[in-house]
T-cell receptor, first 114, second 117 residues
Framework: DSGVTQTPKHLITATGQRVTLRCSPR?????VYWYQQSLDQGLQFLIQ???????AKGNILERFSAQQFPDLHSELNLSSLELGDSALYFC?????????????FGPGTRLTVL | AQSVTQLGSHVSVSEGALVLLRCNYS??????LFWYVQYPNQGLQLLLK??????LVKGINGFEAEFKKSETSFHLTKPSAHMSDAAEYFC???????????????FGTGTQLKVEL
């Protein structure tokens, strides 16, 4: 158990809909990262937050957005969903004890868009 | 931009045989390098990491990797494969110089390891 939790574990929805994925980092970690894993694109970095502020952006679509709240949990919002958004979405966290070069991954949320 | 290349999307070994999973990186300066393992329907678990200390890095479950700057490689090895090692393995790279709050990981395409009796 990495200490990173993600909910829900599975999500099935229809095209055009909007969903929210939630992530709680390990205790003491200030950084949260979101990654997308798909058969087509592999593991891709989406976005990073550090202590509530956006720190880095990767291949994140404009239809996607994220935020990190004062209690450090993070949410990834996916809107106007398309079939191609079906993927496994991982959250990772780092930073406790100053160890920012090691990321701990949650179990992921599997999104299926029908 | 940094990148990693994993040679061989599928590797099959016999139980008890040597495991060798290849990873080559591309970076203008030596980066941090990682190997992660992903078991079916699970998240990613860190096996080991290179952060510029020792070039031979020992990880969990008997795995180790050697950083070779001249070859820009960070291959993962295990002397004797076990059935429980069957999983997908990812090599990843991040910048050496830490920005505030850490850096993103750039992953390779993964290698599926099959262990046969």
């Amino acid at each position: 158990d990495s200490g990173v939790t993600q909910t829900p574990k599975h999500l099935i929805t229809a095209t055009g809909q909007r969903v929210t994925l939630r992530c709680s980092p390990r205790s003491g970690d200030l950084s949260v990262y979101w990654y997308q894993q798909s058969l087509d694109q592999g593991l891709q970095f989406l976005i990073q937050y550090y202590n509530g502020e956006e720190r880095a952006k990767g291949n994140i679509l404009e239809r996607f957005s994220a935020q990190q709240f004062p209690d450090l949990h993070s949410e990834l919002n996916l809107s106007s969903l398309e079939l191609g958004d079906s993927a496994l979405y991982f959250c990772a966290s780092s930073g406790a004890g100053g160890l920012y070069n090691e990321q701990f991954f949650g179990p992921g949320t599997r999104l299926t868009v029908l | 931009a940094q990148s990693v290349t994993q040679l061989g999307s599928h590797v099959s070994v016999s139980e008890g045989a040597l495991v060798l999973l290849r990873c080559n990186y591309s970076s203008s300066v030596p980066p941090y390098l990682f190997w992660y393992v992903q078991y079916p329907n699970q998240g990613l678990q860190l096996l080991l990491k290179y952060t510029s200390a020792a070039t031979l890095v020992k990880g969990i479950n008997g795995f180790e990797a050697e950083f070779k700057k001249s070859e820009t490689s960070f291959h993962l090895t295990k002397p004797s494969a076990h059935m429980s090692d069957a999983a997908e393995y990812f090599c990843a790279v991040s910048p050496f110089i830490l920005t505030g709050g850490g850096n993103k990981l750039t992953f390779g395409t993964g290698t599926q390891l099959k262990v046969e009796l």
